[in-house]
């Protein structure tokens, strides 16, 4: 019914810069907040940064000033630009969304497959 797909993982050298990508797709009346966790090897998924449909946005305290999140509405896209890469942002990035689908009036919680992030020299 709806899918998240994201894109732009691969691996970088510390101090380096990516740009992931989550398109929503499907039968989507409107989207609430979108956002980023991570989940690095043997952790916990931990929460990165989101935005709202305003454009509000709040970060982790752990990639305050490295990460910028944004979001495209006309096109149910968000974005995490992530540049002064660290090895410890090693991880799966998973994009989540609030959606409101067709047919509903509540936001139902989406998540991505993931892509992965390395960080490595």
């Known amino acids: 019914q709806v899918q998240l797909v994201e894109s732009g993982g691969g691996l970088v050298q510390p101090g380096g810069s990516l740009r992931l990508s989550c398109a929503a797709s499907g039968s989507i009346l409107s989207i609430n907040f979108m956002g980023w966790y991570r989940q690095a090897?043997?952790?916990?998924?931990?929460?990165?940064?989101?935005?709202?449909?305003?454009?509000n946005t709040n970060y982790a305290d752990s990639v305050k000033g490295r990460f910028t999140i944004s979001r495209d509405n006309a096109k149910?896209?968000?974005?995490l630009r992530m540049?002064?890469?660290?090895?410890d942002?090693?991880?799966?990035?998973?994009?989540?969304?609030?959606?409101?689908?067709?047919?509903?009036r509540l936001p139902?919680?989406?998540?991505?497959?993931?892509?992965q992030v390395t960080v490595s020299s």
Do not use: F
């Open 41 to 55: 090897p043997g952790k916990q998924r931990e929460w990165v940064a989101a935005v709202t449909s305003g454009g």
């Open 76 to 79: 149910n896209t968000v974005y």
């Open 83 to 87: 540049n002064s890469l660290k090895p």
């Open 89 to 104: 942002d090693t991880a799966v990035y998973y994009c989540n969304a609030a959606i409101v689908v067709s047919g509903s």
């Open 108 to 115: 139902t919680s989406y998540w991505g497959q993931g892509t």
